[in-house]
């Protein structure tokens, strides 16, 4: 059985950091291409950063520099760091794993809550 656990979100202020994990079991996790994604109601799933298999990153958004994906084969996880948060940055953040392109298909966790307000 596939699953994926998020966990790390919360509450902070703006200007803090968070760190989001994402563990994955059920899965050869190293064959997977992973990313991170933010879902705000009424609104569609974007994606924030995504890393291959073989742990490249490609910040498609200049600024979206304030967050670094990175992951670690031998835990079977794969994190999110966020820093200098903003309030728009609020949002349900999801993991997906995927063998071709994440966001596409693939397994999905069930979402960690993240919210910058002071």
């Known amino acids: 059985q596939v699953q994926l656990v998020e966990s790390g979100g919360g509450l902070v202020q703006p200007g803090g950091s968070l760190r989001l994990s994402c563990a994955a079991s059920?899965?050869?996790?190293?064959?997977?291409?992973m990313g991170w994604f933010r879902q705000a109601p009424w609104k569609q799933r974007e994606l924030v950063e995504a890393?291959?298999?073989?742990?490249?990153?490609n910040y498609a958004d200049s600024g979206k520099v304030r967050f670094t994906i990175s992951r670690d084969n031998a835990k079977n996880t794969v994190y999110l760091q966020m820093n200098s948060l903003k309030p728009e940055d609020t949002d349900v953040y999801y993991c997906n794993a995927d063998l071709r392109v994440p966001g596409r298909g693939g397994h999905w966790g069930q979402g960690t809550q993240v919210t910058v307000s002071s």
């Open positions: 890393i291959t298999s073989a742990g490249s990153t």
């Open positions: 059920g899965i050869r996790f190293s064959f997977y291409n």
